[in-house]
């Protein structure tokens, strides 16, 4: 049995169709609603694309959030209502901070006629209640930019906060730390008790924690104050996700709040065509049902 002093609680994701391709959806779930200040993680692909077919997420609304865009491969051309036009690239940071609201699309790159492939994580992390409504922002810290080391047989990239005498570039708006790990078959991977909360997520290969195995698509949550020590059953990459809570978030949509009230505004807002909008594109998703 897993020492529950050590991992807490395993979540198993659910499918989504995105139309282009699937995804698999880890937070929120039924068990957990957020790790930190993470409410969101989704594990896109891999995907393989033919010719003249990608992504392709029509412009929609947020509030209350961050979003982290993290490839693997591929590449995702961002565009929002601030003016923001970015290609995500692998191995790069896009940081979208919705604050007040913003608006985005996310399509196929430069590479939609040729075959294609993408595989990453979007995730989103709840803004602090004082931070909720600021005005909106994005970032691109390129790959090249963020903190990478070697250590027992890993290859650890710090995507944010700080771990391990090493610390992102990448802005944060409470504690939070997100790392992307690849482990070489009997690589081990300590993780010390440092934050509030956190967890592992088995992206591809196999992992053993405490005598127990994780497959692809587990996310292994740690127990309060516990330190983690990863051992790779084959070459795996894991991502280590954390911080510490903001506190319970109403989520709608792509909306996301401390208060019900605010996210009903938000409703009533994209109805009635009352955030700007990405320029030059006159698509949008409606708000659903």
Not at 41 to 61: C, Y
Not at 105 to 116: C, I, M, P, V, Y
Not at 223 to 230: F, K, T
Request: one cysteine or more; glycine letters at 10%.
């Amino acid at each position: 049995m897993t020492n529950p002093q050590s991992v807490d609680l395993v979540l198993r994701p659910r499918e989504r169709d995105l139309g282009e391709f699937t995804v698999r959806r880890v937070l929120p779930a039924a068990r957990r609603r957020a790790i930190g200040p993470f409410v969101f993680f989704d594990h896109m692909g891999p995907a393989v694309f033919p010719p003249g077919k990608g992504i392709a997420v029509r412009p929609h609304p947020h509030i209350g959030i961050a979003t982290i865009t993290y490839l693997f491969e591929g590449q995702i051309m961002h565009r929002d209502s601030l003016g923001v036009t970015q290609a995500i690239e692998a191995g790069a940071v896009n940081l979208m901070t919705a604050g007040r609201g913003i608006v985005h699309s996310e399509r196929a790159g430069d590479d939609l006629d040729a075959t294609s492939s993408l595989h990453g994580i979007q995730s989103w992390i709840a803004l602090p209640n004082d931070k909720e409504e600021i005005e909106p922002a994005f970032e691109h810290i390129p790959a090249s930019e963020l903190p990478e080391f070697e250590q027992g047989g890993c290859t650890i990239r710090v995507i944010m906060g700080e771990c391990l005498g090493r610390k992102s570039p990448v802005p944060t708006y409470s504690e939070t730390l997100y790392l992307d790990v690849v482990m070489q078959v009997e690589g081990t991977l300590a993780l010390p008790d440092e934050w509030a909360e956190f967890a592992v997520y088995v992206v591809e290969g196999s992992v053993m924690i405490d005598g127990e195995h994780y497959e692809s698509g587990a996310m292994a949550i740690a127990g309060g104050n516990s330190a983690l020590a990863i051992t790779a059953n084959a070459d795996s990459r894991v991502m280590v996700i954390g911080g510490d809570s903001v506190g319970e978030r109403h989520i709608y949509w792509n909306f996301v709040h401390s208060s019900e009230a605010r996210i009903e505004q938000a409703k009533d807002d994209w109805r009635e065509g009352r955030f700007e909008m990405v320029p030059g594109d006159g698509e949008f998703i409606p708000l659903p049902d």
